[in-house]
């Protein structure tokens, strides 16, 4: 079986998806020696089963919302099985960009590991949390990954999502570390392989919509366990033109190639999963290539 990058996605972050899709095809050396697919949260039924019922995340009782921005993220445990546990896949959110060589991570030494993801110490609290945006698995050897039965499971309380997202309930020896450039966090550097624009409320194709996403429930200075609320306001331009430029030169490249059309864009302008001024932003953007250069020499 061919080797394999899913993005897994909904129908608010599709755009995103497909630009990531376009991006790592046009980075690779060898474009031809993997396959993208595209797992969008709203082609799965188990999803629509559990909508409004409550699960276990962070110690306490949530309710899934299909509606959410990150309902998609149960999906990044779907590849094993979906590849028959046969071959190497790569997950990645629908917010990561090719900026690097993906054949250097589908092709390089796993060390006999099954999974290697990006270690963040001290994030959330917990001493090592395992950053899952961005996978590199070795299918073979996770069986044991059957998303809909883990998926279930949370809403029986037998399963904290907190955990399975951070890897924290997998074998020991699973799981080896991703060095940073393979999942970098809002930042594009000469080093940055994967660009991660993980910051939700400054995607650069959300500027100025309403925020669709929830968060944690503060409670001097503490977390609610289980409690979210719908945040409010809207989404801000990000902070690096860089990365803004970036995504909207991919997004023309797309156009150009025919992955999107403006009759897309204009439905999901119109949908606020694109800010409304995504074409005129297309029009102005730099080319990848000149983006790209600046990157490399600063």
Request: with cysteine; aromatic share 8%.
């Amino acid at each position: 079986m061919t080797d394999t990058v899913f993005i897994h996605t909904n129908a608010q972050q599709m755009v995103g998806a497909i630009v990531g899709r376009h991006s790592l095809k046009r980075q690779a050396s060898d474009p031809e020696s993997f396959e993208v697919r595209i797992l969008k949260r709203e082609d799965f039924p188990v999803f629509e089963t559990y909508a409004g019922r409550k699960f276990l995340r962070g110690g306490g009782w949530r309710v899934w919302r299909n509606d959410d921005l990150q309902s998609f993220t149960p999906l990044r445990f779907a590849p094993p099985q979906v590849m028959n546990y046969q071959s190497r896949a790569v997950v990645t959110d629908p917010d990561v960009f090719a900026v690097g060589d993906i054949c250097e991570l589908l092709k390089r030494d796993m060390g006999g590991k099954g999974v290697l993801a990006k270690p963040r110490p001290g994030h959330k609290g917990v001493a090592e949390y395992i950053a899952t945006s961005v996978m590199l698995m070795d299918c073979a050897k996770l069986t044991h990954w059957k998303m809909e039965d883990q998926f279930e499971a949370m809403f029986r309380g037998e399963l904290d999502y907190e955990d399975w997202i951070i890897l924290a309930n997998q074998p020991e020896g699973l799981v080896g570390p991703l060095e940073e450039c393979w999942n970098d966090f809002d930042h594009l550097g000469p080093e940055t392989r994967l660009l991660h624009n993980t910051k939700r409320r400054t995607q650069p194709w959300k500027a100025g919509l309403p925020i669709d996403f929830t968060t944690s429930l503060p409670l001097i200075g503490k977390i609610i366990p289980g409690a979210s609320i719908r945040k409010k306001g809207k989404y801000l331009r990000h902070p690096d033109p860089r990365q803004e430029n970036l995504f909207f030169a991919y997004l023309a490249e797309c156009l150009d190639a025919g992955e999107l059309t403006e009759a897309d864009v204009r439905k999901e302008m119109a949908a606020d999963h694109v800010r409304h001024d995504a074409l005129e932003m297309v029009r102005k953007a730099p080319s990848v290539d000149s983006i790209l250069s600046e990157v490399e020499a600063a």
